[in-house]
T-cell receptor, first 116, second 111 residues
């Protein structure tokens, strides 16, 4: 039973380019979360998605960032026109269908984005 | 969600018991205390969760006093491989809610 998969693990982009980060949740999980982590900091929530729906994007920057979780395929976090400040580790987590109570979030290994 | 406060760093020798205390003065009735562990270059991993009194699993114990305004994560007989950042989180028991991470406690285990 594979865990949460993220690719690529490392991504280098020049300023102004686009970055696409992919996340495949654990089997049977239909909820995906994206978090961003700057060096020496804790993870900061960005967006929460279910299949084909954005549930909470309160942590997402208003411009250049978008996320999707299509019916088929991985969740995608897209950053357009990257700037040096976007350099960070981006983590994806998944959880099961809500059924009352706490659904543990399982994290992937992260994608480390470096903007030159 | 209640804000959490925990030490920035701790050092310990191998074989010792390590206790990391977290304060969450404004915890609500339907909030749980949850701890995650993060190794360098990896995503966080769930360690333990509790509501009150004591919870124990194969990795750690969690002690929560009656007023629930603080909690203590206890790691028995740490080894070098326990060197990591430990995050104390307050989690709302309403299904799938985003997690709120602080800076965590950086534990360094020394041989």
């Amino acid at each position: 039973n594979a865990g949460v998969m993220q690719n690529p693990r490392h991504l280098v982009r020049r300023r102004g380019q686009e970055a696409r980060l992919r996340c495949s949740p654990m089997k049977g999980h239909s909820h995906v979360y994206w978090y961003r982590q700057l060096p020496e900091e804790g993870l900061k929530f960005m967006v929460y998605l279910q299949k084909e729906n954005i549930i909470d994007e309160s942590g997402m920057p208003k411009e250049r960032f978008s996320a999707e979780f299509p019916k088929e395929g991985p969740s995608i976090l897209r950053i357009q026109q990257v700037v040096r400040g976007d350099s960070a580790a981006y983590f994806c987590a998944s959880s099961q269908i809500a059924g009352g109570g706490y659904n543990e979030q399982f994290f992937g290994p992260g994608t480390r984005l470096t903007v030159l | 969600l209640a804000k959490t406060t925990q030490p920035i760093s701790m050092d310990s020798y191998e074989g010792q018991e390590v206790n990391i205390t977290c304060s969450h003065n404004n915890i609500a009735t339907n909030d749980y205390i949850t701890w995650y562990q993060q190794f360098p270059s990896q995503g966080p991993r769930f360690i333990i969760q509790g509501y009150k009194t004591k919870v124990t699993n194969e990795v750690a114990s969690l002690f929560i006093p009656a007023d629930r305004k603080s909690s203590t994560l206890s790691l028995p007989r740490v080894s070098l491989s326990d060197t990591a950042v430990y995050y104390c989180l307050v989690v709302r028991m309403e299904g799938n809610t985003p997690l709120v991470f602080g800076k965590g406690t950086r534990l360094s285990v020394i041989a």
